[in-house]
């Protein structure tokens, strides 16, 4: 702000607080709604991405997954938006840790974790599934624990509709 550059830290009606995370597609920025005060996650594509129209296409394609998959064991969209030509995913903010992360600081998950964890992301999966939805991403760093212990499934960025998946290996 002193610097002069305190617009950049607003998109929309978000006021950008810190980075999560970065992708091939963009970063993922911790935000609070300016008038609701609720933290989100905002899921930013890249300017360099935005360039493409299939990566936006395929951008596109997330947002319309992420409004049909609200289950407790999902990381729930809020909203879709473009502020001054940037695009972004509005995502609720989950406190606590990746699974890649806690085993890269704690160690191996504990057995009885380990299958709670995969029961949890189970259930989510087969929701998305029954909405015709295949994630194709799944690994540690995309499944979220918060502090209540519940997984909470995210990134559905290279995700396909089922009818149009022929091979889910690709």
Not at 28 to 43: G, I, N, S, T
Not at 50 to 76: G, M, Y
Not at 151 to 167: C, E, H, I, K, P
């Amino acid at each position: 702000i002193y610097a002069g550059k305190g617009k950049s830290l607003l998109l929309g009606n978000y006021l950008l607080l810190e980075k999560l995370g970065q992708g091939g597609m963009g970063m993922v920025l911790k935000a609070e709604h300016r008038r609701m005060k609720r933290l989100v996650a905002l899921k930013i594509l890249s300017p360099a991405v935005v360039k493409s129209d299939e990566a936006v296409k395929r951008f596109q394609r997330e947002v319309e997954a992420a409004a049909k998959l609200i289950h407790p064991n999902i990381v729930t969209a809020f909203d879709a938006e473009e502020a001054n030509g940037t695009h972004f995913l509005v995502m609720e903010f989950v406190p606590g840790r990746d699974l890649s992360s806690m085993v890269a600081a704690d160690g191996p998950l504990t057995i009885s974790l380990a299958v709670d964890c995969l029961r949890q992301a189970a259930r989510g999966l087969a929701f998305a599934h029954q909405k015709g939805i295949v994630h194709r991403d799944i690994k540690p760093a995309n499944i979220m624990l918060d502090g209540r212990g519940t997984v909470r499934l995210a990134d559905f960025g290279l995700m396909a509709f089922a009818s149009n998946v022929t091979d889910v290996r690709s």
